[in-house]
Nanobody
Framework: QVILAESGGGSVQAGGSLRLSCAAS??????????MAWFRQAPGKEREGVAG???????SYTDSVGGRFTISRDNARNILYLQMNSLKPDDTAMYYC?????????????????WGQGTQVTVSS
């Protein structure tokens, strides 16, 4: 079993940057940890996949964050990152990291088995 813990959220003005981290502990070599992803959920909205990266480093992004966000993982330290630049008020949400077997459906929450508690990101205009 993998345990995930996010950090790095906060409040920034539009155009600013934040870097989120997600530390994984437990059975991190399990196949259920092959894909790591970031999701976000704004009040009144469904949880959406933001980006996913597999253990080989191949990354995928949802269209709304392409070119602004960068997902990466440090397999040796079992840490997942999300560098967020040029932040917009629409990026305001609770951000969650998640692990699963495949990044093919990184935008669909039901394909991920383990979730962190989330970290809040607030972007003001």
């Amino acid at each position: 079993q993998v345990i995930l813990a996010e950090s790095g959220g906060g409040s920034v003005q539009a155009g600013g940057s934040l870097r989120l981290s997600c530390a994984a502990s437990g059975d991190t070599d399990d196949t259920d940890n092959y894909c790591m992803a970031w999701f976000r959920q704004a009040p009144g909205k469904e949880r959406e996949g933001v980006a996913g990266v597999n253990r080989d480093g191949y990354a995928s992004y949802t269209d709304s964050v392409g070119g602004r966000f960068t997902i990466s993982r440090d397999n040796a330290r079992n840490i997942l990152y999300l560098q967020m630049n040029s932040l917009k008020p629409d990026d305001t949400a609770m951000y969650y990291c998640a692990s699963g077997r495949s990044c093919r459906y990184f935008q669909i929450p039901t394909y991920f088995t383990t979730w962190g508690q989330g970290t809040q990101v607030t972007v003001s205009s």
